[in-house]
């Protein structure tokens, strides 16, 4: 059953238009991966689906309308977002910069604060260190952690692997699959990594210059020329 439907879906910078007509589902309890190179319009679909932009067509999540409605509500509905780069509260704690995400799911702090420290050990000994001294790898970690505070349905992950060591990535994938193995959350990650993607997700959508150009099973792209071609240099 699809979680979040998207149909014929545009999007605006003032007049400058971002995405044409993007059509897909993503169907709960999966994770699906937007790869594409930079500016093919994967952080403006998550920004899309968060109501920070200008849209037209249909955003649904489990059928009911995002569209026009403001990034708060939308989250109260049960995304939570994790947005490129983290953009947190530099000088606040690690802590409170997850308390913040938790304020729409008060009744859940403490079993959430509990499951982001399980799946973020490092996090523990820094609570009380502020974000901006962090590493860039810690960051990412806390902005995962403040967008699951928000006890969401789905959750978006923007480029989360920008900037980061080979190790810290493998980190956050891991940290990730066990998040949707062991609670069947829904995950959308947007990706330039397209093995970091394909690593995680079941299914894969192909973005260039706002529009999707290929979609499809992991397994099955793969072995697309198509793909080999554009992002593996063969």
């Known amino acids: ?21 993007i059509s897909l ?8 991966g937007i790869i594409g190179s930079n500016g093919a319009g994967k952080s403006t679909l998550m920004d899309s689906i968060m109501g920070l932009v200008n849209t037209k067509g249909s955003i649904k999540l489990e059928g009911e309308e995002l569209t026009g409605k403001k990034s708060a509500d ?16 530099p000088y606040m704690s690690v802590y409170d910069n997850l308390l913040v995400g938790g304020i729409t799911a008060k009744e859940d702090i403490d079993k959430n604060l509990s499951m982001v420290l399980d799946l973020f050990p490092n996090l523990i000994d820094r609570k ?8 860039g790898g810690e960051r990412q970690m806390v902005s995962v952690g403040r967008a699951l505070m928000t006890s969401p349905r789905l959750l978006l992950v923007d480029e989360p692997t920008i900037g980061l060591s080979p190790k810290v ?12 193995e062991e609670t069947g959350l829904t995950i959308l990650i947007t990706e330039q990594n397209v ?39 063969h």
Do not use: W
């Open 74 to 89: 939308v989250v109260k509905l049960g995304v939570g977002y994790a947005p490129e780069r983290a953009h947190l509260f």
């Open 1 to 21: 059953m699809a979680l979040l439907e998207i149909n014929n879906l545009e999007a605006f910078y003032g007049m400058a238009q971002s995405l044409h007509g």
């Open 128 to 135: 009380n260190q502020e974000t901006g001294t962090q590493s």
């Open 169 to 180: 990535c493998l980190d956050i994938a891991r940290a990730l699959r066990k998040l949707n």
């Open 195 to 233: 093995n970091f993607a394909m690593s995680l997700a079941s299914h894969i959508h192909v973005f260039e210059t706002g529009e999707l150009r290929l979609s499809g099973p992991t397994d099955e792209l793969r072995s697309n020329p198509e793909l080999a071609k554009a992002y593996f240099g």
């Open 25 to 32: 589902n993503i169907e709960e309890g999966s994770i699906v």
